[in-house]
């Protein structure tokens, strides 16, 4: 299947490395012009922005945002207007940190109303923000596509890692109302929810036995890497899902099933 992007511009949050670092190439290799965001990883950004320029003839440019601030996000979308005039697409991929260890996890009991918040701001109050400001783009041209990022955990909460999860579930929420009222000016709105996925910097302290548990109950028999991700992201973006939004795919290998 040919998913061609010549020509539109995706704005991807937090890909300066791990799964936001392969949708930058994924759409850059299929012809999109490409604006790296991120947050302190400088060197990573502006190196991979010149890869892509100079592996596949886009444009691509790397921009220090915090997008959990609406000043920042402001910044970022004035950046993103006055070098492309346009974003098409729109991946929120960024994340608070956050440390995937079922032995260290808070219990119910013992978590407190901060540590929601921070996901919170890391997951639902950055997208919010993003959309807010790459909306009017796109509701100017009558064409965009919000893909945001959540967890199987949402559907399967295999660790109840409480915080991060109602984050996601409320990202989830937000987008399925979000579609509802973009669909006229012909915004889709969609998630996909990976599993885990391994090498990444979330997924570096998961113990090896939670890792093999996980392979056991997967179909597919392994744990996705990076590159996994990156066509349920590029189905999204492109024209073969015009028709298709308010929709979640779940990334995982068969290990969460409906």
Request: glycine share 6%; proline share 3%; charged share 25%.
């Amino acid at each position: 299947m040919n998913i061609s992007l010549e020509g539109k511009v995706a704005l991807i949050t937090g890909s300066s490395r791990g799964i936001g670092a392969e949708l930058v190439e994924g759409f850059a290799k299929h012809g999109a012009n490409v604006i790296i965001n991120y947050v302190k990883s400088e060197k990573l950004a502006h190196d991979l922005a010149k890869e892509m320029v100079n592996k596949y003839n886009v444009d691509c440019i790397a921009v220090k945002a915090d997008v959990t601030k609406e000043e920042d996000v402001e910044r970022l979308l004035s950046v993103v207007r006055e070098e492309f005039d346009r974003v098409d697409i729109l991946v929120n991929n960024a994340l608070h940190s956050y440390r995937f260890d079922p032995d260290q996890r808070k219990l119910a009991w013992e978590i407190d109303w901060e540590d929601y918040q921070r996901q919170l701001d890391g997951s639902l109050k950055a997208s919010f923000l993003t959309c807010k400001y790459s909306v009017p783009l796109m509701k100017e041209n009558s064409f965009g596509r919000i893909i945001n990022m959540i967890s199987n955990l949402v559907q399967r909460p295999v660790v109840p890692y409480h915080d991060y999860t109602t984050a996601k579930g409320a990202l989830l929420s937000f987008s399925q109302n979000l579609a509802v009222d973009l669909g006229p000016f012909g915004i889709t709105v969609n998630c996909v929810a990976p599993g885990i996925v391994y090498p990444t910097e979330a997924s570096k302290l998961t113990k090896e036995e939670v890792k093999n548990s996980i392979i056991e109950q997967t179909p597919l028999g392994r744990i996705a890497k990076p590159n996994d991700i990156v066509g349920s992201v590029l189905f999204f973006g492109s024209k073969w899902s015009q028709f298709i939004t308010g929709q979640n795919i779940i990334v995982d290998g068969g290990f969460t099933m409906k």
